[in-house]
T-cell receptor
């Protein structure tokens, strides 16, 4: 079945630095990938829709200059948290749609801690 | 705007019991509905995918049903095991880009 690989699984960074998270579709091409954020004991909130070769579509309230998304190829999307602050600490998960059955496959998530 | 609700928020059952998790959504114009499992601190594992034209899907001890007209889906787990303990999320795909909206989740604990 479709597999989405997400790296790193865990990262700790200092305030003010930037962190890049990668999301790869391993055995299928994904023209569209999605980035979610999950706060403790809450469900997933869609942050943005990443489209290959074009600009990402951000959900209301998500700062596009803070959360930079690049989808340069059909198998890779990246999320860069710029000038990270402690309030950016969260669990970030990407997903891609399997074009065969249109179900969604999720990465294993990235636990970001900003100190 | 699609809204997805899951009831109950938490459930604790003894091992071996059959159980039902509920998911309701407000906009019935969906592409599909997917049930996921999430273990603490982990990503999501897809359990069952039901297309809008389907009524149910089965995988092992799991059975998911879909009633689009009433905006409801249920996940039935037969003969529950301690390894089934996790948070179960339903997700509905609808609207532009087939955007996925997640439910609030049901945290299941199966007691040995």
């Amino acid at each position: 079945g479709a597999v989405v690989s997400q790296h790193p699984s865990r990262v700790i960074c200092k305030s003010g630095t930037s962190v890049k998270i990668e999301c790869r579709s391993l055995d299928f091409q994904a023209t569209t990938m999605f980035w979610y954020r999950q706060f403790p004991k809450q469900s997933l909130m869609l942050m943005a829709t990443s489209n290959e070769g074009s600009k990402a579509t951000y959900e209301q309230g998500v700062e596009k200059d803070k959360f930079l998304i690049n989808h340069a190829s059909l198998t890779l999307s990246t999320l860069t948290v710029t000038s990270a602050h402690p309030e950016d600490s969260s669990f970030y998960i990407c997903s891609a749609r399997d074009t065969e059955n249109y179900g969604y496959t999720f990465g294993s998530g990235t636990r970001l801690t900003v100190v | 705007k699609q809204e997805v609700t899951q009831i109950p928020a938490a459930l604790s059952v003894p091992e071996g019991e059959n159980l039902v998790l509920n998911c309701s959504f407000t906009d019935s114009a969906i592409y599909n509905l997917q049930w996921f499992r999430q273990d603490p601190g982990k990503g999501l594992t897809s359990l069952l995918l039901i297309q809008s034209s389907q009524r149910e899907q089965t995988s092992g001890r799991l059975n998911a049903s879909l009633d689009k007209s009433s905006g409801r889906s249920t996940l039935y787990i037969a003969a529950s095991q301690p390894g089934d303990s996790a948070t179960y999320l339903c997700a509905v795909s609808s609207g532009g880009y087939q955007k996925v909206t997640f439910g609030t989740g049901t945290k299941l604990q199966v007691i040995p």
